[in-house]
């Protein structure tokens, strides 16, 4: 009987070892994966079973293109975006599965644009945007990797990504504790890069282009699937709005006949279509405004085709309005509340460049260009000098575009600074005859902030360029010359983005340092 004890003792205990040592192998996985931003979307699985009463599936078309929070603000549609990057036909399949074994939809719908490159299997990179963040006990993770990576491919460190990022310990940061920026956007990609985009001339069919029979063959399994389980399907071709490097007139055509190809088999099964690959004018797209690099929707095209698409869902689908119904959809409500907040990151920390920048904040931090994030604090300094060969009256006008007064080409001091609460302009530096330094402080909400532009050189007495925005005793920028920019939410004291703005350099460049 001791025997039997002590046996059942070690027994235990080795279990309990074993369970210690898989949730910190489990927890090191999660913190070694790369941050990739086209990566499914892990909160999805922080919900109940049956939240979501919509699933978008597709590729980055989708990803960039449909914002699950705006049908939710809008339309009280419940539905959240499965769209990875190079998702293709195959992988939209497992995912459909994935999607009506938790949810059980009422309707799923997907983007087509990537059915006309036939992909039988992926690439790694692309699965692991898939599978680094589904459960590792999920079947259907576990059937795209055994299904879809190629033959040679090595499959542990797809199933175990702790073997393909080991080598990541000295690459770590803060950003890596951090969850994704698409989590509280319910998995879409925000961002206000701005590309005036050329347009196509009228597609025309080409002959011997055709809809790979593997996607051809995938595409009749998700229909399958769908009627097998009493889930409506609804297939899309997110529009293109114009031209880039990668993708010429040659390819424009190739893919809209694809598209094509895609109807006639929806017709033959008698699903629904909405092809609008070219459609960018009978939706009224602006091509100065909406996209992000021509092939890709920007948050305002976005904005345009999610409307569009809400409004033809509710009007051919039996879909509830769940806001304010209690339950899950009490925190999908306070994410709608911070929903401004969170659009307005994910905008500001994806601008590369002056343009994209100015453009979230004109929609975001200026009252003449709609309803302003009242939560933002934005905190602007000038360290240096203005070249104005590189920021022209032109460039000047946009930095204007979302609030200030003063003309920084004219400017021929040390200092400027500006803050713009909620909106509103409260203060801005107005330059005198003489060279001289600014400071401004105060409190918004948790935060306590100081501002300064431009020092006195204590021999000389001359005015130098320096330039410092402390909040909370926190210090958001560096020696770099040009305007450095903090954005903070006010009601948390946290950071949204701090940026430095190189107005020596032509192309007028974000740097991001959201530490």
């Known amino acids: 009987m001791e025997n039997l004890k002590k046996w059942l003792k070690r027994a235990v205990g080795a279990v309990l070892f074993l369970a210690i040592l898989a949730v910190m192998v489990l927890r090191l996985d999660s913190a070694l994966k790369l941050i990739q931003e086209d990566n499914l979307c892990g909160r999805f699985y922080d919900y109940p079973d049956d939240t979501f009463d919509v699933t978008f599936l597709g590729s980055s078309f989708a990803l960039y293109g449909i914002y699950p929070m705006e049908l939710y603000r809008d339309f009280g549609i419940a539905s959240y975006n499965l769209a990875t990057g190079n998702q293709s036909i195959e992988a939209s399949y497992y995912l459909a599965k994935e999607s009506i074994e938790k949810d059980h939809p009422s309707l799923i719908v997907m983007d087509c644009n990537m059915a006309w490159v036939d992909q039988e299997t992926m690439k790694s990179q692309y699965i692991h945007y898939i599978t680094d963040t589904m459960p590792y006990t999920s079947r259907n993770r576990l059937e795209i990797i055994r299904e879809l990576a190629e033959e040679e491919e090595d499959l542990k460190p797809i199933m175990f990504p702790l073997i393909a990022y080991h080598s990541r310990w000295q690459e770590l940061t803060y950003e890596d504790a951090l969850p994704q920026a698409k989590e509280m956007v319910y998995g879409c990609k925000v961002t206000s890069r701005v590309e005036i985009s050329n347009p196509f001339k009228e597609p025309k069919y080409v002959e011997g282009v055709t809809v790979p029979q593997t996607s051809v063959k995938y595409l009749q399994k998700i229909i399958d699937l769908c009627r097998e389980n009493d889930t409506e399907l609804l297939l899309i071709n997110i529009p293109v709005l114009g031209k880039n490097k990668f993708f010429d007139q040659s390819g424009f055509n190739q893919r809209w006949t694809a598209a094509q190809e895609i109807g006639r088999i929806a017709e033959e099964n008698n699903i629904p279509y ?52 209690g339950g899950a959809y009490e925190v999908i409500d306070a994410d709608l509340e911070k929903y401004p907040v969170s659009r307005m990151r994910d905008s500001l920390r994806r601008a590369l460049f002056l343009r994209d920048y100015a453009a979230a904040l004109r929609s975001d931090a200026s009252e003449a260009e709609g309803t302003p994030v009242e939560d933002a604090l934005v905190l602007i300094t000038l360290n240096g000098m203005v070249n104005d060969d590189i920021l022209t009256e032109e460039q000047a006008k946009v930095i204007q575009g979302f609030g200030i007064q003063q003309d920084l080409s004219e400017l021929e001091t040390h200092s400027w600074l500006a803050v713009i609460d909620g909106g509103k302009l409260v203060y801005e530096t107005v330059p005198g005859e003489e060279d001289s330094t600014d400071a401004y402080e105060g409190t918004a909400g948790l935060l306590n902030y100081r501002v300064t532009s431009g020092r006195v050189e204590e021999e000389t007495g001359a005015i130098r360029s320096d330039a410092s925005i402390t909040v909370n005793n926190v210090e958001y920028t560096s020696d770099n010359r040009g305007l450095h920019f903090a954005v903070f939410e006010k009601s948390t004291g946290k950071l949204m983005d701090a940026c430095w703005l190189d107005i020596n350099s032509y192309a007028l460049s974000c740097n991001h340092d959201n530490h």
Not at 276 to 290: I, M, V
Not at 292 to 306: C, I, K, P, S, V
């Open 274 to 325: 909405l092809e609008y690959f070219a459609g960018w004018k009978e939706l009224g797209f602006d091509l100065e405004r909406d996209a992000m690099d021509g092939e890709h929707l920007n948050r305002w095209g976005a904005a345009r085709f999610t409307s569009f698409l809400g409004n033809y869902m509710k009007e051919h689908y039996d879909l509830p309005d769940r806001r304010g119904t």
